[in-house]
């Protein structure tokens, strides 16, 4: 292998022509994405981007997954995962008994994903989709019932998904969203 | 604005009025103006000017309106949570920025990230340098007044976080590298949709120079504007492409290697002129080079298989249900040790080569679960000290141009 080199450089030197070649060639450029412009723009409420899996989106809780470790609540760095206690009976005993569960803060989580990767049983799991209203602070406290569920996505219901692709020629391309694409 | 042209003394305290700027006579002939922290061409900084007519006296930079206390905020938190903490500093970033702190608590614990895991750092880390990139010009686009290059490159970085987005998970705070390795592996068919880019954006740079940098109506603007002599530039102590626009060749990943950039071919590129023409293309040509780079990382994974991308020392307890979404996903989940990591007592020291500049770590055990220091020198900390020289002797028309072309990014500098 090769390692990298340092190569001295200067700036294009400016010809005699330059004042003219170069206004030419910026006008002719202008003229060129005037007749054909590159437009990703997402029309949001009519279309909404489908992410790819592995998008850290918000995050859903399995119940009968989870082994109540508080791994996901240690390692939060923004203290958003907490665990709180619930009381339930036994199912084979039937004695009383303290659990402990995982609730989550969206008012203080910053989707860094640390909790998903940190759950021995992946009992955690993230939602492709980040644009999810609540209608106030408080609802954004979830509780052990609404954690479980995956959060309200209203821009799927209304629109339709896009996806976004790298092109060689266009760059980013927005191109509708088939079934089944990962 | 009357106020601004007049100079004779019957103008009142606090006449000036420019949305975001402010002014009062010191002298005679002589006017202070506070441009910021709420210019929208300062960016959250103030840069305290002294004009004579027209022409810039003095010149102050005033930082500090972001400062977050990051580096006390990390004493507070376990080892892991320091890297979502100080990639807040600059999150487009992302990457650059925190791979100094995770390289040296892995000094500290005296283990090195597998192979596979170095190069998918250095992808990830040239990613974020050409967003980081597009996003400076856009900026300085905009402050010229060049709005096509406003629009152009913020466009185009879209292509480069898109790409971040489907490797980490995230656009923009990654939070890729984790002590002994990186969280992710590489999507299926992710190496060709990266090769399009490069190739997509390496027509994109001809067509930025014939619209922008070499647009004589630009040229005219920013040629021998702002000129940081090769001394001074060696004296202020500044750093990253603006060091090297001035002719002076330093940089972390040609003098220090780390990772594995000693194995990739790649070159530094250095301009003579230190001007803000000089800077522009700078930042082309190392766009270039980046993309070079990615085409040599996209080639090296490509060729080789599948291998743990964490070190073994978490990777060997991991469990079964690990290796397997590994496996399927490409997914390394952390084991539950790392939120209880106790980090050997001892200092360490590391350094890397961010968009902007050098940037440095300082790293303090004490044994414990927290550390007991870090200390971070960032690239914009070290470069704004080259307003107050270079800013005098120029026009206030002058000052958006070399404010932009030094590429200066407040949050990074205040921490």
């Given at each position: 292998?090769?390692?990298?080199k340092?190569?001295?450089?200067?700036?294009?030197?400016?010809?005699?022509?330059?004042?003219?070649?170069?206004?030419?060639e910026a006008l002719?450029?202008?003229?060129?994405?005037?007749?054909?412009?590159k437009?990703f723009?997402?029309?949001?409420?009519?279309?909404?981007?489908?992410?790819?899996?592995?998008?850290?989106?918000?995050?859903?809780?399995?119940?009968?997954?989870?082994?109540?470790?508080?791994?996901?609540?240690?390692?939060?760095?923004a203290a958003?995962?907490?665990?709180?206690?619930?009381?339930?009976?036994?199912?084979?005993?039937?004695?009383?008994?303290?659990?402990?569960?995982?609730?989550?803060?969206?008012?203080?989580?910053?989707?860094?994903?640390?909790?998903?990767?940190?759950?021995?049983?992946?009992?955690?799991?993230?939602?492709?989709?980040?644009?999810?209203?609540?209608?106030?602070?408080?609802?954004?406290?979830?509780?052990?019932?609404?954690?479980q569920k995956?959060?309200?996505?209203?821009?799927?219901?209304?629109?339709?998904?896009?996806?976004?692709?790298v092109d060689?020629?266009?760059?980013?391309?927005?191109?509708?969203?088939?079934?089944?694409?990962? | 604005?009357?106020?601004?042209?007049?100079t004779r003394g019957q103008?009142g305290?606090?006449?000036?009025?420019i949305?975001?700027?402010?002014?009062?006579?010191?002298?005679?002939?002589?006017?202070?103006?506070?441009?910021?922290?709420?210019h929208?061409?300062?960016?959250?900084?103030?840069?305290?000017?002294?004009?004579?007519?027209?022409v810039?006296?003095?010149?102050d930079?005033d930082?500090?309106?972001?400062?977050?206390?990051?580096?006390?905020?990390?004493?507070g938190?376990?080892?892991?949570?320091?890297?979502?903490l100080?990639?807040?500093m600059?999150?487009?970033?992302?990457?650059?920025?925190?791979?100094?702190y995770?390289?040296?608590?892995e000094?500290?614990?005296?283990i090195?990230?597998?192979?596979?895991?170095?190069?998918l750092?250095?992808?990830?880390?040239?990613?974020?340098?050409?967003?980081?990139?597009?996003?400076?010009?856009?900026?300085?686009?905009?402050?010229?007044?060049?709005?096509t290059?406003?629009?152009?490159?913020?466009?185009?970085?879209?292509?480069?976080i898109?790409l971040?987005?489907?490797?980490?998970?995230?656009?923009l705070?990654?939070?890729?590298p984790v002590?002994?390795?990186?969280r992710?592996?590489?999507?299926?068919?992710?190496?060709?949709?990266?090769?399009?880019?490069i190739?997509?954006?390496?027509?994109?740079?001809?067509?930025?120079r014939?619209?922008?940098?070499?647009n004589?109506?630009?040229?005219?603007?920013?040629?021998?504007?702002?000129?940081?002599?090769?001394?001074?530039?060696i004296e202020?102590?500044?750093?990253?492409?603006?060091?090297?626009?001035?002719?002076?060749?330093?940089?972390?990943r040609?003098?220090?290697?780390?990772?594995?950039?000693?194995?990739?071919?790649?070159?530094i590129?250095?301009?003579?002129?230190?001007?803000?023409?000089?800077?522009v293309?700078?930042?082309?040509?190392?766009?270039k080079?980046?993309?070079r780079?990615?085409?040599?990382?996209?080639?090296?994974?490509?060729?080789?298989?599948?291998e743990?991308?964490?070190?073994?020392?978490?990777?060997?307890?991991?469990?079964?249900?690990?290796?397997?979404?590994?496996?399927?996903?490409g997914?390394?989940?952390?084991?539950?040790?790392?939120?209880?990591?106790?980090?050997?007592?001892?200092?360490?020291?590391?350094?890397?080569?961010?968009?902007r500049?050098?940037?440095?770590?300082?790293?303090?055990?004490?044994?414990?679960?927290?550390?007991?220091?870090?200390?971070?020198?960032?690239?914009?900390?070290r470069n704004?000290?080259v307003f107050?020289?270079?800013?005098?002797?120029?026009?206030v028309?002058?000052l958006?141009?070399?404010y932009?072309s030094?590429?200066?990014?407040?949050?990074?500098a205040?921490?």
């Open positions: 292998m090769v390692p990298p340092p190569v001295p450089k200067t700036k294009p030197r400016r010809g005699i022509f330059h004042a003219f070649k170069g206004n030419l002719m450029i202008g003229v060129k994405y005037f007749i054909d412009p437009r723009t997402l029309i949001y409420p009519k279309e909404y981007n489908k992410l790819r899996e592995g998008y850290r989106g918000f995050i859903v809780l399995i119940k009968q997954k989870c082994i109540n470790c508080a791994s996901c609540a240690r390692i939060c760095p958003a995962m907490k665990m709180i206690r619930i009381p339930e009976v036994d199912e084979k005993t039937g004695k009383q008994k303290v659990k402990n569960w995982p609730v989550i803060d969206y008012r203080r989580c910053i989707f860094c994903g640390y909790c998903v990767d940190v759950c021995p049983t992946e009992a955690l799991y993230h939602v492709p989709y980040h644009d999810v209203v609540y209608q106030n602070m408080a609802e954004m406290y979830l509780d052990l019932e609404s954690f995956p959060p309200e996505y209203k821009a799927a219901e209304e629109g339709i998904p896009v996806r976004y692709i060689e020629e266009r760059g980013l391309v927005k191109v509708p969203y088939k079934e089944g694409e990962k | 604005m009357s106020g601004f042209v007049s103008v305290f606090n006449d000036l009025k949305p975001g700027a402010w002014s009062r006579k010191i002298g005679k002939d002589l006017y202070e103006v506070f441009i910021g922290p709420q929208p061409g300062s960016g959250h900084m103030r840069i305290i000017i002294r004009i004579d007519g027209d810039i006296v003095e010149a930079p930082m500090g309106y972001v400062h977050r206390t990051m580096e006390k905020l990390g004493e938190r376990e080892w892991i949570k320091g890297i979502p100080y990639e807040r600059a999150i487009h970033d992302a990457c650059n920025v925190t791979l100094p995770v390289r040296a608590v000094q500290l614990l005296g090195e990230a597998p192979l596979r895991a170095k190069y750092r250095v992808l990830l880390c040239e990613i974020n340098r050409i967003a980081a990139y597009l996003y400076g010009f856009g900026i300085f686009g905009v402050f010229v007044g060049h709005s290059m406003y629009m152009w490159p913020f466009g185009d970085r879209e292509v480069w898109e971040a987005d489907w490797l980490t998970g995230a656009r705070t990654h939070s890729y002590f002994g390795g990186v992710r592996d590489v999507p299926a068919d992710f190496t060709n949709q990266l090769r399009k880019a190739r997509y954006m390496r027509k994109r740079l001809e067509e930025y014939k619209i922008y940098v070499d004589p109506v630009i040229r005219a603007r920013l040629e021998d504007v702002g000129v940081i002599p090769k001394n001074l530039a202020l102590g500044i750093t990253g492409p603006n060091l090297r626009a001035s002719g002076v060749l330093y940089d972390v040609y003098n220090d290697p780390y990772e594995v950039y000693d194995e990739l071919d790649f070159e590129p250095v301009f003579q002129e230190g001007d803000a023409l000089a800077r293309w700078q930042r082309v040509e190392e766009i080079q980046s993309l780079i990615l085409e040599q990382v996209a080639d090296w994974l490509d060729k080789h298989p599948r743990p991308i964490l070190h073994d020392r978490f990777w060997k307890t991991a469990p079964p249900l690990h290796k397997k979404i590994f496996e399927t996903e997914r390394a989940k952390l084991v539950p040790l790392y939120a209880l990591l106790k980090v050997p007592k001892g200092k360490a020291y590391a350094r890397a080569e961010t968009a500049g050098e940037i440095t770590y300082y790293v303090e055990s004490d044994g414990g679960q927290k550390p007991y220091r870090v200390r971070i020198v960032s690239a914009s900390a704004a000290i107050k020289y270079i800013l005098p002797g120029h026009r028309m002058d958006p141009t070399i932009g030094i590429d200066y990014f407040p949050p990074e205040d921490r």
